[in-house]
């Protein structure tokens, strides 16, 4: 199946859509894959940069601490963190 990219002139109507693909699946149960799947688009380099922050967001989550991704930097407990400050940090992850 291949992507469709849509560009929102309002930010409510983004987030129509993705709740209601949210609900759609929780109707349809967690063990069924739905065909519809919502997601942001970024640039490689925000991508790449994502992809180095996700482990740290999992051991995050893992050990019970409040945590998200916003774009490219990462929150654990209201703290901001980028790729290089992360590992500065000493926050490991196994």
Same mark, same amino acid.
């Given at each position: 199946?291949?992507?469709?990219?849509?560009?929102?002139?309002?930010?409510?109507?983004?987030?129509?859509?993705?709740?209601?693909?949210?609900? !759609?699946?929780?109707?349809?149960?967690? +063990?069924? $894959?739905?065909?519809?799947?919502? &997601?942001?688009?970024?640039?490689?380099?925000?991508?790449?940069?994502?992809?180095?922050?996700?482990?740290?967001?999992?051991?995050?989550?893992?050990?019970?601490?409040?945590?998200?991704? !916003?774009?490219?930097?990462?929150?654990? +407990?209201? $703290?901001?963190?980028?790729?290089? &400050?992360?590992?500065?940090?000493?926050?490991?992850?196994?």
């Amino acid at each position: 199946m291949r992507p469709i990219v849509v560009k929102f002139n309002r930010y409510p109507d983004k987030l129509s859509v993705q709740q209601k693909c949210l609900d !759609s699946q929780k109707a349809n149960g967690e +063990n069924q $894959r739905s065909q519809i799947r919502v &997601s942001e688009q970024f640039p490689k380099v925000i991508q790449d940069k994502r992809k180095q922050l996700i482990p740290y967001l999992v051991k995050a989550k893992q050990d019970v601490k409040m945590a998200h991704l !916003s774009y490219d930097k990462l929150y654990i +407990n209201n $703290r901001r963190y980028t790729v290089q &400050s992360v590992a500065q940090s000493g926050y490991t992850v196994e």
